[in-house]
């Protein structure tokens, strides 16, 4: 599977944005998917995902502000990321991994190319 991620940006503190991840060349429904994030300097963070069946899961440090979603009929999912923070700047990738569906990068087998989210204070 083939994932293109978009959505990023530049915004001020307490804003939003929506980032998207589109999928084609696979069975999107089949996959877990998920978000990461890199910051300069810092290794890859798991965000969150979402299971083939639908189930969410997102990391402490976005709970409550941001919501990871998956729209299988159009092999797309989301992040709506709502209050956001300076400490949120980093590269935001999408993952997908047939039978996985952890927290760790290493565990997924596709990847989109990134998308740059800048928060200014």
């Known amino acids: 599977v083939q994932l293109q991620a978009c959505g990023g940006g530049l915004v001020q503190a307490g804003g939003s944005l929506r980032l998207s991840c589109a999928a084609s060349?696979?069975?999107?429904?089949?996959?877990?998917m998920a978000w990461f994030r890199q910051a300069p300097g810092k290794e890859r963070e798991f965000v969150a995902l979402?299971?083939?069946?639908?189930?969410?899961r997102h990391s402490g440090s976005v709970k409550g502000r941001f919501t990871i979603s998956r729209d299988d009929a159009e092999k797309t999912m989301y992040l709506q990321m709502n209050s956001l923070k300076p400490e949120d700047t980093a590269l935001y990738y999408c993952?997908?991994?047939?039978?996985?569906?952890?927290?760790?990068?290493?565990?997924?087998?596709?990847w989109g190319q990134g998308t740059q989210v800048t928060v200014s204070s």
């Open positions: 060349g696979g069975t999107f429904s089949a996959y877990n």
């Open positions: 993952a997908a991994d047939r039978y996985r569906a952890t927290s760790t990068a290493a565990d997924y087998d596709y």
């Open positions: 979402v299971w083939s069946g639908g189930s969410i």
